[in-house]
């Protein structure tokens, strides 16, 4: 005889749905009650469920980081920003997160982009990333990037004549895409020599200049709900996406021939432009794991430099292009202190290091890169193995915590007036509290590996072009420069055409 207790009080269909139910009910009390970050202020809806940081970011795009500031202005430094993910606003705590020092306090990464490259970028163990990363730290250094300097000059010369090209015509320059295809260009040569990305953008057609800023969806959201979905749509080759969408043909040419690249510059054996090439180093590297040695690795690595190391720099570029033009005192006084080492503008460039003396023009980048927002957001950590406290918070081992740059470039306390362009704030920092503010690169173990890079194409792009060019903007206002949607880069509004401008003339 079946004992009451087996009496079942739900009919049999509706046992799964039940039981669901029980499971997100017991779900939600755990977070909201139980979690040990359930202490932490915020927002309940946002400590209950992943949905309401999806909203923001993958329904509205790439808008949680502007609701993240609001969360800090209304609870203070430290808010619970999902069921697992904690916000802190506190440039004291900044290093404690990022750059703890030593090999005691390991900090992971988490998965964030929708992209899981076979890369040192998503490396997410601590340990593993310390040996890829000093795989390439020599030819990310200083003295490397120095003995680049001719290559990068010549790219730079390169550009200039065409800008002259244009000069005195109708032609309309989208700022963005035009310095893009610089830094890109400067990427090839720092990773393959000789050869130049540009020639697999079908050459330097006026065309390219002409492109409105893409206006996509933000995909790093939807891989971070949907991973299994992300690893399933990028392990289908850029071929076949083209076939149906003949816009997925430049990516398709790309990847093949960042591949036929690396393998020309592993069989060859001579280091090019006087450094050892950046694959010949992983090749040869003491450092590198042997299982990291394999194409597909190297490809990964290829794919990431250019990836981040183009829009960033080209971003800080437009931005300060935008400001320089639309505040002609900026660029009087710019243009003033450039003459004192370029008599003569047409001259050849002077030396970087001579340059990164100039204090305005220091001010004029740092401002361009700061007002790009490039990476404004959350970049999340982990400290596997210690329990970190925040003012009397504890977070678990585990816990993922950030802290988002761009909250810290828009402080009005630190940066007066945040959204203005005054290189000033960079030439009167007596005490140091705008440069300690200063997080574009991050820093620690996994701070940007190419900053010397994008330093070493910055204060020359800018001296060459402003000190030779008058430009004007056309049809553009401060909201095209304007940080609108956190894509891990930022994006401008939609609807913005990006920076444009035409060349008035150039100096002889
Ligand atoms: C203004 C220009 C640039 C900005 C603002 C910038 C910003 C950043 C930031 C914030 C990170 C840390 C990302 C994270 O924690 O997830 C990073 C990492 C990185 N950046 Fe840059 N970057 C710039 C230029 C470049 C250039 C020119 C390269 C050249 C290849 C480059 C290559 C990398 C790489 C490989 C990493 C990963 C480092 C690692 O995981 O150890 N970046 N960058």
């Known amino acids: 005889m079946e004992s009451p207790l087996f009496i079942p009080i739900i009919p049999a269909t509706q046992l799964p749905i039940a039981l669901f139910l029980i499971y997100i009910t017991s779900k939600a009390i755990y977070r909201l009650y139980f979690s040990p970050l359930s202490s932490i202020p915020g927002p309940k809806l946002a400590a209950l469920t992943y949905w309401y940081e999806f909203y923001y970011d993958g329904y509205k795009g790439g808008k949680y980081t502007f609701k993240v500031k609001e969360f800090h202005e209304k609870y203070g430094p430290i808010v619970r920003i999902n069921p697992?993910?904690?916000?802190?606003n506190?440039?004291?705590?900044?290093?404690?997160?990022?750059?703890?020092?030593?090999?005691?306090?390991?900090?992971?990464?988490?998965?964030?982009?929708?992209?899981?490259?076979?890369?040192?970028?998503?490396?997410?163990?601590?340990?593993?990333?310390?040996?890829?990363?000093?795989?390439?730290?020599?030819?990310?250094?200083?003295?490397?990037?120095?003995?680049?300097?001719?290559?990068?000059?010549e790219i730079i010369y390169d550009s200039i004549s065409r800008l002259k090209g244009l000069a005195g015509t109708d032609t309309i320059?989208?700022?963005?895409?035009?310095?893009?295809?610089?830094?890109?260009?400067?990427?090839?040569?720092?990773?393959f020599g000789a050869s130049r990305m540009s020639d697999l953008r079908g050459g330097n057609d006026e065309a390219q200049y002409m492109q409105p800023d893409h206006v996509a969806p933000n995909l790093h959201a939807w891989g971070r709900m949907f991973p299994s979905l992300f690893d399933f749509i990028t392990k289908i080759p850029m071929s076949v996406f083209a076939v149906f969408d003949k816009r997925f043909l430049g990516a398709d040419a790309f990847e093949k021939e960042i591949g036929a690249q690396i393998r020309k510059v592993l069989k060859a054996d001579e280091p090019h432009i006087g450094?050892?090439?950046?694959?010949?180093?992983?090749?040869?590297?003491?450092?590198?794991?042997?299982?990291?040695?394999?194409f597909n690795y190297y490809q990964g690595?290829?794919?990431?430099?250019?990836?981040?190391?183009?829009?960033?720099?080209?971003?800080?570029?437009?931005?300060?292009?935008?400001?320089?033009l639309a505040n002609p005192s900026i660029l009087r006084k710019l243009r003033e202190e450039l003459r004192t080492v370029m008599p003569n503008s047409v001259t050849e460039l002077p030396p970087t290091s001579t340059l990164e003396n100039l204090p305005y023009l220091t001010g004029v980048i740092q401002e361009g890169i700061r007002l790009s927002f490039s990476v404004p957001g959350r970049l999340p950590r982990t400290a596997p193995n210690e329990e970190l406290v925040y003012k009397g918070y504890k977070l678990p081992p585990g816990?993922?915590?950030?802290?988002?740059s761009y909250l810290h470039h828009a402080d009005e306390r630190v940066f007066p007036e945040p959204f203005e362009f005054k290189p000033e704030r960079w030439?009167?920092?007596?005490?140091?509290?705008?440069?300690?503010?200063?997080?574009?690169?991050?820093?620690?173990a996994r701070s940007c590996i190419g900053i010397n890079l994008a330093y070493a194409e910055l204060y020359p792009v800018v001296a060459a072009v402003f000190s030779r060019f008058e430009l004007k903007l056309y049809e553009t206002s401060a909201r095209d420069v304007e940080f609108a949607s956190d894509r891990f880069i930022s994006h401008r509004p939609e609807g913005s055409q990006g920076v444009r401008v035409q060349v008035v003339s150039a100096a002889e």
């Open 399 to 404: 816990t993922v915590i950030s802290q988002s």
């Open 173 to 191: 320059v989208n700022v963005q895409a035009f310095w893009s295809t610089l830094t890109q260009e400067v990427i090839g040569q720092y990773c």
């Open 90 to 153: 506190d440039i004291d705590f900044y290093d404690t997160i990022y750059a703890p020092g030593g090999t005691k306090h390991p900090r992971n990464k988490i998965r964030w982009l929708a992209m899981d490259l076979d890369s040192m970028f998503d490396t997410y163990d601590a340990a593993l990333h310390r040996k890829r990363r000093a795989a390439v730290a020599s030819p990310f250094s200083k003295q490397a990037i120095r003995a680049l300097e001719p290559a990068i000059f």
């Open 275 to 294: 450094i050892k090439n950046v694959f010949h180093e992983m090749r040869d590297s003491k450092h590198l794991p042997p299982e990291d040695k394999r």
């Open 427 to 444: 030439v009167n920092d007596a005490d140091f509290s705008v440069r300690r503010n200063f997080l574009a690169f991050s820093r620690g």
């Open 84 to 88: 697992h993910h904690v916000h802190i």
């Open 301 to 324: 690595e290829a794919a990431s430099f250019v990836a981040a190391g183009t829009d960033t720099t080209a971003s800080a570029l437009t931005t300060l292009t935008y400001f320089l």
